[in-house]
């Protein structure tokens, strides 16, 4: 089996998306339905992504990484992160 079917309760808990383009924006609208609370970063966000964040689509914010974001942060969109 190449693929592991992964469901979480993803509802108010902290996920990190890393990147800004065009796959990252599906995975955000995806956490975004699901009720997650989205911190991005990037070093550049695409013009989709972008617009999600300039209306205010839950609770996210961009920027470029730093500072140990990572650690503070549950689920990473295309990987797992562990602190």
Do not use: N
Not at 3 to 21: A, Q, R, S, W
Not at 23 to 30: E, Q, T, W
Request: proline share 5%.
């Amino acid at each position: 089996m190449r693929y592991f079917p992964l469901f979480l309760d993803i509802k108010d808990k902290p996920v990190l998306l890393v990147g800004g383009g065009e796959v990252a924006a599906r995975k955000f609208h995806l956490l975004s339905d699901a009720g997650a609370s989205i911190t991005v970063v990037a070093p550049q966000l695409g013009e989709e992504l972008a617009a999600a964040l300039a209306r205010g689509a839950g609770s996210a914010r961009a920027g470029v990484r730093g500072g140990g974001d990572h650690r503070r942060r549950s689920l990473g969109a295309s990987r797992v992160l562990r602190p």
